[in-house]
């Protein structure tokens, strides 16, 4: 079993910066493929950026591309996502995800067994 737990949302203006983390409790370097996905009240779960074995290739959302990045730290068992160009259409509760079987499309829900309880990003003025 794999326990992902997030950190860092908050609240913050548009244009600002946000640092999400995940960490897993047991080796991420197992996980094929890990990504994060968001939720807004009254829509379905999507997924935002995501990245596969060994922090290779990464894939995100249209939009977010050119404004978030995901790293990936197999040693310290971490991903992170580096949020900038906050808008407020970027609030939402925030998860993680992780699979440990062959992982298909990396922004699919499908892909995942594994999800963290979620952090609030607020973006407002």
């Known amino acids: 079993q794999v326990t992902l737990v997030e950190s860092g949302g908050g609240s913050v203006q548009p244009g600002g910066s946000l640092r999400l983390s995940c960490v897993a409790t047991?080796?991420?370097?197992?996980?094929?493929?890990m990504g994060w996905f968001r939720q807004a009240p009254g829509k379905e779960r999507e997924g935002v950026a995501g990245?596969?074995?060994?922090?290779?290739?990464?894939y995100y959302a249209d939009s977010v591309k050119g404004r978030f990045t995901i790293f990936r730290d197999g040693l310290n068992n971490e991903i992170t996502l580096q949020m900038n160009g906050l808008k407020p259409e970027d609030t939402a509760m925030y998860y993680c995800?992780?699979?440990?079987?062959?992982?298909?499309?990396?922004?699919?829900?499908?892909?995942?067994?594994?999800w963290g309880q979620g952090t609030q990003v607020t973006v407002s003025s």
């Open positions: 995800a992780a699979s440990v079987v062959a992982c298909s499309t990396v922004l699919e829900t499908l892909t995942y067994e594994f």
């Open positions: 047991k080796y991420t370097y197992f996980a094929n493929c």
């Open positions: 990245i596969y074995a060994g922090g290779g290739s990464a």
